[in-house]
């Protein structure tokens, strides 16, 4: 199935999430936390995102993040991709970590942005990682902490605290007690937050993508947002040379690995040629979104061992081009 477009704009509010595999955990202790730590850190410093707050639940995590001019991609291959390597290396895991591509909600600011903050930090609470607000303070993977102003907590080094508070008041002391006051309202329930665009304009909107992302925000935004992206989605659609792509990923595949066009369209098992075959599979269907009938049609298969080939090539691609879409590699 096609993949939706990633809505993406210099500037917005994007509330970001992933879930592994098989609701496995993502985190099995304290070290695998820090390790995603330490990377979303780099990841955010390379990117020039901007964290409000965060979460790391036992097989997802959130994170509250403003975007800059460079693509979510500068952030979030290294993170999933990066921390999906080591997971794998450290515990002696294969195949892929996360279920599917991240998921990333385009939220508008002030009011919609106070309740996503409180979404976020209350999931620990909600999921009796901690039993009290109070607990909640304390607790070492979540941005409520240092919100809260507790000197200790992890994001001290990440989180924009000041830009995050200002949605809920002029001054800091105005704004925490607010913001708690906001917290106290929603515990025992989830948070509703309202302004989605509904399945008939989605569809509509939609045509060939056959789904949508999501948009938190009034109607207004909603639609504004919307409008945005429309032309520019059937245009992207439009666009694609999928022969002149499929060749060009051959032609670097096949430098990379030492093998030949026709090689690389053989079967291979354990070989150089195996791992050539499922980085050009892995590289193409995630990497540059090339559906899995096309790839199968220009090496003479069918999408089920594609299918197979592109989870086996996430640690090999990782390995081999460091996460990156080898069209952005210099010969």
């Known amino acids: 199935m096609p993949r939706m477009i990633r809505l993406e704009s210099p500037g917005s509010l994007v509330h970001i999430m992933a879930h592994s595999v098989e609701e496995k955990p993502l985190f099995v202790d304290d070290q695998d936390k820090l390790e995603f730590i330490s990377r979303f850190e780099k990841g955010l410093t390379k990117s020039g995102f901007l964290c409000y707050t965060w979460a790391l639940m036992g097989n997802h995590y959130h994170l509250f993040l403003r975007t800059s001019e460079k693509p979510m ?28 591509r991240f998921k ?19 999931n620990p609470l909600r999921a009796g990682m901690v039993n009290s607000l109070e607990q909640l303070k304390n607790y070492t993977w979540c941005g409520h902490g240092f919100l809260m ?8 080094t990440f989180q924009k605290r000041a830009e995050c508070l ?38 509509e909107i939609s045509g060939s993508c ?43 595949v096949c430098l990379e690995y030492n093998i ?8 291979g098992r354990n070989n150089t040629r195996a791992f050539a ?28 061992p594609i299918a197979i080939l592109v989870q086996k090539g996430a ?17």
Not at 112 to 118: G, K, Q, S
Not at 149 to 156: D, V
Not at 228 to 239: A, L
């Open 260 to 267: 030949t066009l026709k090689e690389l369209k053989k079967r």
């Open 104 to 122: 990333a909600t385009l939220c508008q600011d002030q009011h919609y942005a106070a309740e996503l903050v409180r979404y976020i930090n209350l």
């Open 210 to 252: 056959k789904g949508w992302p999501t948009v938190i925000g009034d109607p207004e935004f909603v639609t504004n947002i919307m409008n945005e992206y429309k032309n520019v989605i059937h245009r992207n659609h439009r666009k694609v040379d999928y022969p002149h792509v499929l060749e060009t990923a051959a032609q670097k």
């Open 73 to 100: 991609s500068k952030l979030m291959r290294g993170l999933n991709g990066g921390y999906a390597s080591y997971y794998n290396k450290r515990h002696g895991k294969h195949g892929p970590l996360f279920r599917g």
């Open 149 to 156: 102003g507790n000197s200790n907590a992890l994001g001290k």
């Open 277 to 304: 075959r499922a980085a050009f599979c892995y590289q193409l269907h995630i990497q540059e979104f090339i559906p899995l009938s096309v790839i199968a049609n220009f090496l003479g298969t069918t999408i089920s």
């Open 166 to 203: 200002r949605r809920f008041g002029e001054n800091e002391e105005e704004a925490l007690k607010s913001y708690i006051d906001f917290l106290i309202q929603s515990c025992g329930g989830k948070p509703e937050i309202a302004g989605q665009l509904s399945k008939v304009e989605a569809t």
């Open 315 to 331: 640690d090999i691609c990782e390995s081999t081009f460091s996460g990156k879409s080898i069209f952005s590699r210099k010969e």
